[in-house]
T-cell receptor
Framework: AQKVTQAQTEISVVEKEDVTLDCVYE???????LFWYKQPPSGELVFLIR??????QNEISGRYSWNFQKSTSSFNFTITASQVVDSAVYFC??????????FGTGTRLQVFP | GAVVSQHPSWVICKSGTSVKIECRSL??????MFWYRQFPKQSLMLMAT?????????EQGVEKDKFLINHASLTLSTLTVTSAHPEDSSFYIC????????????FGQGTRLTVV
């Protein structure tokens, strides 16, 4: 069975702090894809990144970076120099090509000025 | 990225009435769309997979007679909540994958349903 675990329910930081959101996944498939989505208070899901199981290179996009480690089945997300606008719920998700996305329970990030 | 439009963004209806939610892929054809439900402060739970031209595939525990899904064209899927009750109040969100592209799932804006 596939599973995504986001152990951090809620994180609070002060602006300009760095913050890392953890994601641990379980799957028996050798080919799979991992995602991160941002859900601001308005509710829509904003796609942030997709990573396939054969690409373990870390990725950086502006203040966002992702660390994918197959050895620990983790796909962690770091926001550098956080801003108030980063406040949202962040979801990690997994699919193995069956087209179903399996979501974690989400991490609520609050960034205070 | 691909655009998925969902309408309405919010709706309030009386108990016992039916509500239809539309999910459209605006710049691509989506043979498969997905409907999720999200309770406050909880994760997204897949309700059903909507397949163009065929019956939807429902997840275990989802009443197919209550949540009617129609995917009549490659750009439109609809979810109808029939005989709505207050416990159906929730956030419903659809997604679609561009079959010609990568595996990203693009989501609509979501619909907040309140049944009074």
């Amino acid at each position: 069975a596939q599973k995504v675990t986001q152990a951090q329910t809620e994180i609070s930081v002060v602006e300009k702090e760095d913050v890392t959101l953890d994601c641990v996944y379980e799957t028996r498939d050798t080919t799979y894809y991992l995602f991160w989505y941002k859900q601001p208070p308005s509710g829509e899901l904003v796609f942030l990144i997709r990573r396939n199981s054969f690409d373990e290179q870390n990725e950086i996009s502006g203040r966002y970076s992702w660390n994918f480690q197959k050895s620990t089945s983790s796909f962690n997300f770091t926001i550098t120099a956080s801003q108030v606008v980063d406040s949202a719920v962040y979801f990690c998700a997994l699919t193995s090509g069956t087209d179903k996305l399996i979501f974690g329970t989400g991490t609520r990030l609050q960034v205070f000025p | 990225g691909a655009v998925v439009s969902q309408h309405p963004s919010w709706v309030i209806c009386k108990s016992g009435t039916s509500v239809k939610i539309e999910c459209r892929s605006l710049d691509f054809q989506a043979t498969t769309m997905f409907w999720y439900r999200q309770f406050p402060k909880q994760s997204l739970m897949l309700m059903a997979t909507s397949n163009e031209g065929s019956k939807a595939t429902y997840e275990q525990g989802v009443e197919k007679d209550k949540f009617l899904i129609n995917h009549a064209s490659l750009t439109l899927s609809t979810l109808t909540v029939t005989s709505a009750h207050p416990e159906d109040s929730s956030f419903y969100i659809c997604s679609a994958r561009d079959p010609g592209g990568a595996t990203e799932a693009f989501f609509g804006q979501g619909t907040r349903l309140t049944v009074v």
